[in-house]
């Protein structure tokens, strides 16, 4: 499990939102968020060059003046029965996936109480098209907030990563979690963090954190989540997590996290009304030395949109769960992931196979192959295709 990134303060304006249609949904785009592949290779695939070399003693001295970190997602799709044509990116999302900025600058205060603080930006650009069909721009913040490191935990305002479930399964293409609304999603708001030592083998993370309104920002596709529509806001959102972890020894864990959350889902259209939204998730996750194995399910409910894209109408509860695993082979991570979402009222199902592996060419590029199969399907309707193909993505970060 990685630990909590510093981080920090924020002011970005929205984006406005617009509902689309259901019928091109499956063309947006997919994909990962570096910081949190969880990946941890053993070795590199081209050792330690001079060219290597030389690369890290310049982010090395690059770093020790300005903490920031230039990088960018390169995405090549090979469709085997998928909609659109093989190319570089997607139909959607064509060029590449997107070029990012990392902003971390801290201070150490010398208090007794107060022992750093510091600022976190995670800024992110795309050449051409909006990265959802609910943004109306190609540069976005996912991250902006300000942090301070006390004696009582960490403390976070801003533009912050809701603390709900899983971090990633460790894929570029992602799982029906992701694409739902539920990783990688940042609001605005404030935020607690602490891990307690309880015994030399026990530990438990605890986030508490308390989100006032969206920032119009999410993973999730058109008819995923209350972002994706006009018709309805989420705000006055209470998140909890706790993470109890039992440590058999340095490299091997087992982990169990329970997360829950509710809110205020307020009507922006006639004919809507304001209701609560609850949330709750349960996942474990179990690590021996190179192996790791691990599984979530999580139930939304309430409605979030008049136009579920697995159901095709406002479905008032969604459950998802995942189940994966992954090796380490010197450079190599295999792995495999699967996931399903059920809609209820109006009913739908959707399911996902990723298998892949993440190849450490040096210190700062990794190699994604991956085979994906998603379909989703309606009740009383035919399946839908929204990829079965291959990819191949790069990451490079300077």
């Known amino acids: 499990m990685k630990p909590p990134r510093s981080s920090l303060r924020s002011l970005v304006i929205a984006a406005a939102l617009s509902a689309a249609s259901f019928s091109v949904v499956h063309a947006e785009g997919i994909g990962v968020d570096p910081p949190y592949t969880d990946f941890d290779p053993h070795s590199l695939l081209l050792g330690r060059t001079v060219a290597a070399r030389v690369w890290d003693d310049m982010q090395a001295r690059k770093n020790a ?25 997607s139909p959607t999302l064509p060029g590449t996936y997107y070029y990012y900025l990392l902003l971390d600058p801290s201070w150490a205060t010398g208090g007794k109480f107060v022992q750093s603080v510091g600022l976190h930006a995670d800024i992110r650009l795309r050449e051409k098209n909006a990265f959802r069909n609910a943004m109306d721009s ?4 996912f991250e902006m907030y300000a942090w301070a490191s006390t004696t009582a935990g960490v403390f976070k305002i801003g533009q912050i990563r809701r603390k709900f479930g899983l971090e990633w399964d460790g ?16 609001d605005f708001g404030v935020s607690w963090e602490r891990t307690f030592w309880i015994k030399p083998k026990f530990s438990l993370e605890s986030h508490a954190q308390f989100f ?61 009304h304001d209701h609560a939204l609850t949330v709750w998730g349960i996942d474990l996750a179990y690590t021996r030395g190179r192996f790791k194995t691990f599984a979530e399910v999580l139930q939304r409910n309430g409605a979030v949109t008049p136009e579920r894209y697995v159901s095709g109408g406002m479905s008032t509860r969604t459950t998802d769960f995942i189940v994966g695993a992954s090796y380490v082979t010197g450079p190599v991570t295999w792995r495999v992931a699967y996931s399903a979402g059920y809609d209820s009222n109006p009913g739908g199902r959707q399911y996902m196979f990723v298998p892949g592996i993440t190849i450490a060419m040096t210190k700062n590029i990794d190699l994604y192959l991956e085979y994906v199969k998603w379909s989703t399907q309606a009740s009383g309707s035919s399946a839908v295709t929204y990829e079965n193909g291959f990819q191949v993505a790069m990451n490079w970060r300077f």
Do not use: C
């Open 65 to 89: 003046v300005v903490p920031v970190t230039l990088g960018a997602w390169h995405w090549w799709r090979i469709p085997t029965g998928g909609p659109g044509a093989s190319g570089y990116g």
């Open 138 to 141: 190609t540069f976005w913040p």
């Open 171 to 186: 894929s570029f293409y992602g799982n029906v979690l992701y694409y739902d609304g539920f990783m990688l999603n940042s």
């Open 212 to 272: 006032f309104r969206e920032d119009g920002i999410s993973p999730g596709l058109t008819g995923a989540d209350t972002e994706s529509t006009s018709a309805f806001r989420l705000q006055n959102q209470a998140v909890v997590r706790v993470a109890p972890t039992w440590w058999f020894s340095p490299t091997s864990s087992l982990a169990l996290g329970l997360s829950a959350s509710i809110g205020q889902v307020k009507a922006q259209s006639a004919g809507f």
